[in-house]
């Protein structure tokens, strides 16, 4: 738990300005935190808040999202993962000569130390999530979004299921039990659900948001209304005196601070580079179809296990979201990925009809080691707060109560020596 009481601020440190760079989940949290402490916060972004990673993901709480993507045996399995038009990946293959040093890098934590040491890394973002969202929007007109929830895994089969037993494992060491619904009890619990469905791993005690977008936009009102400032700008450079963070250069002009924080997802890298660091981080091309006013929902969140897909239930319809591109920050949807999810959708959900749909593609900010970037760039007053990849919308709240504890002086109570921004100078 974090030192904040959401009430309490830090006497003699009031006055300090800190700017906070990005308006999504992460940033406005961040704000928020530091708003309730009494400082003086400052949140710029480039847009409007919460339309980047934050509006297009899966809006499920995933408190037991400690599985990263890179785990034993990909390398192996990454050729026929590319191969296969069904599988959830894809490459744009012009981008390969890019990407590829950051590839070779991400594919060397495929093994099962690294991916142990980054479970439990990420277990300390995202294991308390809805706890976290509910502390950040207690008495707020933000709270309405957070919603209680289980989370189901959808299997074929138990075959299915147990071959899965690695990443069932990491969760039950983070805490996550399963409860088992098998055979035609899947349909009565999920009636979604085609009969090619037999299996659900239900975990209890997590949540989803009903619409990200315009949570995190209540959120930014949330900090106004506590004091604090949002400015629609972008950041072109930083000013630096005796190493320390003095100001911070826009297109509108140059804003003095105290200490800023970086939280702007794949955009912080430009930024990094600008303090003359070179961060390991790519950016992930994630999908989503919001099929609108559908016949069906499911009760609760869950993740087709097979088809790589979340589907969610939100007030603007039935989200499924999920497919990995790699191919960098081409605005450009490519079609693969977007056919791909309508054909597992329909697989999973035979009987769903819709009125309408509206396609969305967004950057996931992925580091090589998919644990984000967490803490103070040695003693500059800059601080870091992004690189989430699959679990900025889940992890945003605990991240904004760690930086702000580390603002305000107090040395958070979890271990966040594996955050550290500065680990990739290290050889990391």
Sequence with gaps: MSHFSGKRGYSGMNSQHIIVIGAGIVGASSAIW??????????LDKGRPGMGASYGNGCILANSSVVPVTGPGLVRKSPSYLADPNFPLFMRWSYVPKLLPWLIKYLSFANESDTRRISQGL????????????????QTKAAKWVQSSNYSFAYADRAAFNADAFGWQLREEAGFIPDLIEGRAVQEEE????????LLAVLKGHGFILNPASYVQDLVSVLKELGGKFIQAEVKDFELSGGKI?????????MHCDKAIISSGIWSKPLMQKLGLNVPLEAERGYHIVFEQPSQKPNNPMMLAAGKFVATAMDQ???CAGVVEFGGLSEKKSKAPLQLLRRKVQEFFPKLSFASEQEWLGYRPAPTDSLPFIGELSASGVFTAFGHHHIGLTGGPKTGRLVADMIAGHHPNTDIRPF???????GK
């Design 34 to 43: 530091l708003r309730r402490a009494g400082f003086d916060v400052t949140l």
């Design 123 to 138: 277990a300390t973002i995202v294991g308390d999530s809805l706890e976290q969202h509910k502390a950040l929007t207690a």
């Design 191 to 198: 009636p979604i659900l085609g009969f090619g469905t037999q």
């Design 246 to 254: 003095t100001a911070i250069d826009t297109n509108i002009g140059r």
């Design 317 to 319: 319809g039935l989200r």
């Design 420 to 426: 550290d921004p500065m680990r990739f100078k290290r």
